[in-house]
């Protein structure tokens, strides 16, 4: 069965204080890694996707990277607006379900 | 560009009623995806459709069920419903079973 944690369950930064949070998974045959955002009350929106070992990829302040066992999202010099929920999910390839972590509350306190 | 749409956005139900929720994909994309999210929790899976054709299934009670429609459109029945059902519910949508675009929810309160 497919396992994702994610870490810290929450996280306060200061404007501008730069950080990571961290996916960690374990999937029977990856197919893919995702990010989402989410606020209170929200649909996930969608940030990201990676789909091999060593693939990185980047949006505004937010970068995703990828290895065999964890996934970590990088945010620079962060905005009170990026304070959200950050999700991280995998599906395999005998399905096409997403299998979510709990989740990083992420505050940006100005 | 076009979301995933959902209706309707709130319900109130009371214990032993029935629920249908709708969703309306992205135009062109030939998956569906429902979820329930319960306070506090992620997204769990209920159920997927693809090019109208059950194609997943989570765990998703027996008093749940769901379709697509020719237009793509799908509907979550919810029968007898508990307590433990309030929850957000979510449908996404997506093309070749790559990302998957979620829709803003429909919130079920059941009292």
């Known amino acids: 069965e497919d396992q994702v944690t994610q870490s810290p369950e929450a996280l306060r930064l200061q404007e501008g204080e730069s950080s990571s949070l961290n996916c960690s998974y374990t999937v029977s045959g990856l197919r893919g890694l995702f990010w989402y955002r989410q606020d209170p009350g929200k649909g996930p929106e969608f940030l990201f996707t990676?789909?091999?070992a060593g693939e990185e990829k980047e949006k505004e302040r937010l970068k995703a990277t990828l290895t065999k066992k964890e996934s970590f999202l990088h945010i620079t010099a962060p905005k009170p607006e990026d304070s959200a929920t950050y999700l991280c999910a995998v599906s395999n390839f005998g399905n096409e379900k997403l299998t979510f972590g709990t989740g990083t509350r992420l505050t940006i306190i100005p | 560009a076009a979301g995933v749409i959902q209706s309707p956005r709130h319900l109130i139900k009371e214990k032993r009623e029935t629920a249908t929720l709708k969703c309306y994909p992205i135009?062109?994309?030939?998956?569906v995806y429902w979820y329930q999210q319960g306070p506090g929790q992620d997204p769990q899976f209920l159920i997927s459709?693809?090019?109208?054709?059950?194609?997943d299934k989570g765990s998703i009670p027996d008093r749940f069920s769901a379709q697509q429609f020719s237009d793509y459109h799908s509907e979550l029945n919810m029968s007898s419903l508990e307590l433990g059902d309030s929850a957000l519910y979510f449908c996404?949508?997506?093309?070749?079973?790559?990302?998957?675009?979620f829709g803003p929810g429909t919130r079920l309160t059941v009292t």
């Open positions: 459709f693809y090019e109208k054709m059950q194609s």
């Open positions: 990676l789909y091999s």
């Open positions: 996404a949508s997506s093309l070749d079973s790559y990302e998957q675009y």
């Open positions: 135009p062109r994309h030939d998956t």
